[in-house]
Nanobody
Framework: EVQPVESGGGLVQPGGSLRLSCAAS????????IFWVRQAPGKELEWVSS????????YYTNSVKGRFTTTRDNAKNTVYLQMDSVKPEDTAVYYC?????????RGQGTQVIVSS
């Protein structure tokens, strides 16, 4: 089973930016919609964003709308989540998946900590 590799997380100050990547040939196939989901400590998995198979349309949960941008480069088999103006409540492990919650993520995720 193909597993995605998420990367780009880290410690960032409130108001800062990060760019997460999701890569895996086959997983990020141009046939698949890709979903970014996150899980904060002690909370359930939460849908963050979706992008369609050719990158023409992206959708966001209200709490990140206007701050996060999802794009994809099918030639590189990579999907990105640009996180701007981050807030402490964005702290979570971020995953990419081809299914929405509650389907469990297949990758290891990348940790994002927003703190001063």
């Amino acid at each position: 089973e193909v597993q995605p590799v998420e990367s780009g997380g880290g410690l960032v100050q409130p108001g800062g930016s990060l760019r997460l990547s999701c890569a895996a040939s086959g997983f990020t196939s141009s046939l698949n919609w890709i979903f970014w989901v996150r899980q904060a400590p002690g909370k359930e998995l939460e849908w963050v964003s979706s992008i369609d198979s050719n990158g023409g349309r992206a959708y966001y949960t209200n709490s990140v709308k206007g701050r996060f941008t999802t794009t994809r480069d099918n030639a590189k088999n990579t999907v990105y989540l640009q996180m701007d103006s981050v807030k402490p409540e964005d702290t979570a492990v971020y995953y990419c998946n081809t299914k929405l919650p509650p389907s469990p993520p297949r990758g290891q995720g990348t940790q994002v900590i927003v703190s001063s």
